[in-house]
Each structure stands twice: as C-alpha cells, then as structure tokens.
C-alpha cells in the first residue's frame, strides 16, 4: 500500500509506514478530519536535480555592525551585520530553499547537522533540517556559550544545552513536527542561527554566491519555495524531468 515501486521496504521505510498508522489511529479516535499523510520514503531512480541561484533585487540595507555587550576581550567589540550576504552579482546566501507539498521521495541525510559556536556567532546562520533528525552543537571558542532553540512561533523551548569550553560538544535530536526554529544563545544576545525543519529531505541553503542545488527529486511540478530571515518568502513553479537538471532562478526584494 506504501508504494508501487515492489521494492522492499526498508527499516526506516517501516517506521514511516507505522508512524502514520499510528498517526491516523490517533485522529481517527480524536475524531478529527483525515489524517495528515507523512513524508514516504521511497526508492528514486533517475530522479532529477533543481540547480539555481537566489539574487536579491535592490540594494541590501547596510546592518549595523553588531555590538558586542559581553566577553569583548574575546569577542571583539563588534562584528559585523550578517543578516544580507550579498555576492559581486546580488546572489544572496543563507536562504533556505525547499519543494513544498512533497510526499514521497529519498531518506533523510545521515549525517547529523552541524551548529557551530565559533567567534561569538552560530555557523551555519541558516539551515535546513528533517523532522526528528540529530543536530551536532559544539564550540571552538573559549567563552561559555549556550545553546537554545525555540519554536519561532510559539518561543516554546525546544532545549538548553551550555558549551562550557572549546572542543565541548553535545548531540541532540530535533523535534518531531515540521517547524521554524530560532536559535539563541542566552550568553551573548546578538546570537542567532535559523533551522527549517521539513518532513522531507528536499532542501538546500544557498552559498555565497547565491546557489543551490537540489538532488534525486522524483519527476513532477513542483513549487520551489525560498525563505530567508529578513528579505522573506517568494514562490515559483518547477518542472523536474526524469534524469535531467532544471535551473531556477527566484528573487527576493531587499526589505
Ligand atoms: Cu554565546
């Protein structure tokens, strides 16, 4: 019922299968509407790739540098505004750009994600995630920072984690539902990094030129969708052909 692909399923292919049963059990004697599909995992064979850039129309807002209220023998006593990383060709890293309404596809990565505590910032600033999947947090600095994520929407704690000393790290998992997580460090309030969590894996975080790229997508139409903290959200549609690379080109207006 799962696929019609005929291949066997796989171990995490079993778990999606028995969490959405469990998923519509529960709504069903909540008597709910129908029950939301999860994310299947399937085999992707001659899928297609979305390769693409993110420029920003208009001139980034020059930030003002950062001041640095605590731990500036360390830190510095200021750094500078990271919010619009702006390429010689107006390509705009640190946006997160995803498929929307994907329901089956590739597993998640298995690599845990990577937030680093390095020069009294996160790095990554912004990336994307899968629901439930483990984040590695360490620190290469010698100040005591603290690791904090909340739900960007509800400010509920997701957890609180401190990094008493360089080359500390600590491995945790993220939250089981689709969200926008913020991430502070209590230290030092000028820190912020961004986490998306999707049900699926088909995200990508543009680089410092402004490009991504976007693998083993099952051929369709889909709607692109990129997101970034300050310039926000645009939308296009996409077409991937079996085996073949399509380019996308999206916007997004300096605010
Ligand atoms: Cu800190």
């Known amino acids: 019922m ?15 299968a028995s969490a959405g049963i469990a998923v519509a059990a529960l709504v069903g004697s909540l008597g709910m509407g129908p029950a939301l599909a999860a994310y299947e995992v399937v085999t992707v064979t001659n899928g297609g790739t979305i ?3 993110v420029t920003l129309s208009g001139a980034a807002p ?3 540098p950062i001041k640095v209220t605590k731990n500036q023998d360390y ?15 107006g390509g705009l890293a640190n946006v997160i750009v995803y498929l929307k309404d994907i329901a089956k596809g590739k ?14 910032m996160f790095s990554p600033r912004v990336q994307g995630a899968m629901v439930s999947e483990q984040v590695k947090i360490s620190s290469e600095d010698t100040v005591l920072h603290n690791t ?6 509800t400010n509920a704690t997701i957890f609180n984690v401190a990094l008493p000393f360089k080359g500390f790290s600590v491995t945790k998992p993220l939250p089981s539902m689709p969200m926008m997580i913020k991430v502070k460090c209590d230290a030092h309030e000028w820190m912020h990094a961004w986490i998306m969590e999707l049900d699926h894996p088909y995200y990508a975080t543009t680089g410092a030129d402004g490009h991504f790229s976007i ?20 939308t296009v549609p996409v077409t991937v052909a079996a085996g073949q690379t399509a380019k996308s080109k999206i916007t997004l207006a300096a605010k």
Do not use: M
């Open 107 to 120: 597993a998640a990565p298995t690599e845990p994600l990577s937030l680093v505590n390095t020069k009294c």
């Open 148 to 153: 904090h994520p909340q739900n960007a929407e």
């Open 62 to 64: 020059a930030g003002a």
């Open 215 to 234: 693998k083993d997508i099952p051929p369709g139409s889909y709607t692109l969708a990129v997101w970034h903290e300050a310039a926000g959200e645009n």
């Open 75 to 89: 830190c510095g006593q200021t750094i500078p505004d990271p919010v619009y990383a702006v390429d010689g060709s």
């Open 51 to 53: 390769d693409g850039v």
């Open 2 to 16: 799962l696929n019609g692909s005929g291949a066997p399923l796989g171990r995490r292919r079993r778990f999606v």
